[in-house]
């Protein structure tokens, strides 16, 4: 073995390069050697400069001489996968481990303070494990931890510890994330109501299995953010300041490695009531004593407020609609109608005012009434006699022939009965009357003569 001036520093070479050749010895790779020959060659090179070495041909000789002969290596645990280990419930998973640097370490498995196995890399003897991890937990020829069916409630950190005397530990951390299906997902809000204008309101959910890693989530399929309006914490959502545009359907979504579940529930803030609308029927500005009116009164709200009528003090009777009649109403019915409107659920109140004006008949509006009841009498009577009169008339003329009759005609038609029937009206002992036609186109001395008359004859006239 080469011995350097300064006995402590060559003693620190040669004691690297006894790892080194360990490492060599036990049938080590030049890739599991060359990070320790590296290391050792800077500090060969170092010594080597501080002691004045004539040339670099002495140095590079040291080297191999001491990574050959050398008995001592660097420990080194490194992990084969990630740190952060995702595993669905009942499924095998393996905390994977690369352990180099010396031969048969001591490799430690522990969870906190609690060891779960140990075991001598390359040994024939079975690791030794916990009895409460019995049947989950093993460790495999490369000193990785093994987890057979892994329960739920294995959740946590975990710690793989490697020993070997005259060696520094080397270590590695893993966390260990157990999963099952997210299933029966709701959402609650306790007792609390969403009131417009009231406190903020919140939504939680919660399921009956599974654990989220990450949650969205929506109002009317829109993305809710964190801002002014909403407040979103780890399993809920606050609706800082409610109004009734908050009233619709929301929904979360929730995720972990091995899952996706939904579920929506739709809310409705309470608001109202608001300004109400009051309503006079029939229109008018002042009623007269003994009129019909109605009063209504209606205002938005949620739930619909109820609506109610109330004259000095007492508290009319109302439809569910909020509809007052009055009938036959009097000068004392007149004055000032309170609408209160209650929302049954917040129990917020809210009353307006309607003012009705009853008006009684004056004295003169009564004079006149009573002197008009007997002059409409006598109007009534007076009508009555005019109509009879007309109809007297009227039946009277449809008794008298329409055209004049002599009394020739009437002693004629009296002896002759069947002159009434029109076509014996000119025959049975009547002559044809002579042709007048004839008679008015003869010139003047033609007819110097007397008319070519018998007996006058009787012309009457009918109707057929």
């Known amino acids: 073995m080469l011995e350097l001036t300064n006995e402590s520093k060559g003693a620190g070479l040669v004691s690297h390069s006894q790892r080194c050749s360990e490492l060599w010895k036990a049938e080590r790779t030049w890739v599991d050697v060359l990070p320790h020959f590296v290391s050792w060659t800077s500090r060969t090179n170092s010594a080597l400069v501080m ?102 409630g294995y959740n946590g950190t975990y710690t793989v510890m490697v020993t070997k005397v005259g060696a520094p530990v080397a270590s590695v951390d893993f966390t260990l994330l157990v999963y099952e299906s997210i299933v029966d997902v709701s959402l609650n809000t306790g007792l609390q109501d ?30 809710v953010v964190q801002g002014p309006r909403y407040s979103i914490t780890e399993k809920s959502l606050t609706i800082r300041k409610p109004s009734r545009n908050d009233t619709g359907q929301y929904e979360v979504v929730l995720t972990n490695p091995f899952s996706t579940a939904t579920h929506q529930r739709n809310i409705t803030v309470l608001y109202g009531p608001d300004q109400p609308v009051l309503e006079v029927s029939p229109t008018k500005v002042a009623f007269v004593s003994g009129e019909t009116l109605s009063l209504s009164c209606r205002a938005e709200g949620e739930p619909a407020p109820s609506a109610s009528w109330v004259f000095n003090g007492q508290a009319l009777p109302t439809s ?72 007297f008339c009227y039946k009277k003329k449809d008794r008298n022939p ?43 001395s033609e007819r110097a003569g007397a008319l070519p008359l018998g007996t006058v004859p009787v012309r009457m006239a009918t109707t057929v």
């Open 194 to 223: 969403a009131v417009e204008g009231g406190p903020p309101f919140t939504l939680s959910y919660s399921s009956k299995q599974g654990q989220a890693t990450a949650s969205q989530w929506y109002f009317s399929s829109l993305a």
């Open 51 to 152: 002691h004045h070495s004539p040339c670099k041909l002495t140095r590079l000789a040291v080297v191999l001489i001491c990574c050959l002969t050398g008995r001592d290596c660097a420990l080194v645990a490194l992990p084969t996968g990630p740190t952060l280990v995702n595993a669905f419930v009942g499924h095998n998973v393996t905390l994977g481990v690369s352990i180099s640097g010396v031969s048969a370490p001591l490799v430690s498995w522990t969870n906190g303070a609690l060891t779960l196995a140990t075991w001598t890399l390359g040994s024939s003897t079975p690791p030794v494990v916990a009895p409460a991890s019995q049947g989950v937990l093993s460790v495999d020829q490369s000193g990785s931890l093994v987890f057979w069916n892994v329960p739920l």
């Open 320 to 391: 569910s609609t909020g509809m007052l009649k009055l009938t036959d109403v009097q000068t004392s019915q007149g004055g000032i109608y309170t609408c209160v409107l209650v929302n049954k659920k917040t129990n917020n109140r809210l009353e307006r005012n309607i003012t009705i004006d009853v008006r009684g008949l004056s004295g003169s509006a009564i004079a006149g009434i009573a002197a008009g009841i007997p002059c409409g009498f006598l109007l009534l009577i007076f009508l009555l006699g005019l109509i009879a009169l007309c109809y």
């Open 402 to 444: 329409r055209y004049p009759v002599s009394r020739a005609v009437e002693k004629a038609v009296n002896k002759q009965p069947d002159l009434t029937i029109p076509q014996k009206l000119l025959v049975n002992g009547l002559k044809l009357p002579p042709d007048y036609n004839l008679h008015h186109l003869q010139t003047l």
